[in-house]
């Protein structure tokens, strides 16, 4: 659904040239973001990025129960100013895609301040709205409500309660780390696979056609249109 697609990209859950400053997603450099994820899902995710976020590695290893059948992740996710990629242990490529939502951050050169204001308008105009502040790991966070909860700091979901069609995904940060020491091999493709790229994106939502895919070029548009 194009709603938790949207949800993960902005608060995690992207070419290297602009005419512009890259954009700034976090106010800290570096930092590492450990979660436990319970629910649907029950596992691990792990965030650590570098240059304010142009650069950052996510990787989840977890385990989901579907009719008796347990499927297993163990999957990374890089994002390289505006490019994704994804592998996992049980393939030998890495697959590539943009990233809309960084696309249009690219675009303007957002500072830190702006990605996250920019984020906030998403959600908001997802039907999310702030209902006041609590504490997370001794951090004084947003709280936003709409199909969900979400509790944000400095542009970082520490929180984040997602229930749909009777299915429900909770995951909670468990340690925070800022400013640090992050070793550059970590945002490094791994060597010897081969990369496929993907050209479009399937994305549902009640204003777009379920059986149509959109183009990651559309998805962006259709970001921009939101608030102009």
């Known amino acids: 659904m194009k709603f938790f697609y949207i949800i993960v990209l902005v608060f995690g ?4 040239t602009n005419a512009q400053k890259p954009f700034k997603k976090y106010p800290f450099k570096t930092g590492v973001v450990e979660y436990k994820m319970e629910g649907s899902a029950k596992g691990t995710q792990v965030i650590t990025w570098d240059d304010y976020g142009y650069k950052e590695l996510t990787v989840e290893k ?7 059948q347990v499927s297993k992740t163990n999957k990374s996710t ?17 697959y590539q895609t943009s990233n809309p939502i960084a696309e249009s951050w690219d675009d303007e050169g957002l500072d830190a301040g702006e990605v996250e204001d920019y984020s906030i308008r998403m959600i908001e105009a997802m039907g999310y709205e702030k ?3 609590e504490n997370m790991l001794g951090k004084k966070c947003d709280v936003y409500k709409g199909m969900g909860k979400i509790w944000v700091w400095n542009g970082l979901s520490l929180k984040t309660e997602i229930s749909m069609m009777g299915v429900k995904s909770v995951i909670t940060a468990t340690n925070v780390e800022t400013n640090i020491d992050v070793p550059s091999v970590l945002f490094e493709l791994p060597a010897g696979r081969e990369i496929s790229t993907y050209n479009e994106l ?13 183009t990651p070029e559309e998805m962006k548009n259709l970001l921009k249109s939101m608030f102009e």
């Open 202 to 214: 399937e994305i549902d939502d009640d204003t777009v056609n379920s059986d149509e895919e959109m």
């Open 78 to 94: 890089l994002a390289l100013g505006t490019k994704l990629y994804e592998w996992s242990d049980t393939d030998n490529k890495v």
């Open 62 to 68: 977890s385990e989901m129960k579907v009719f008796g």
């Open 13 to 16: 859950l992207v070419g290297f």
């Open 131 to 133: 209902t006041g502040t």
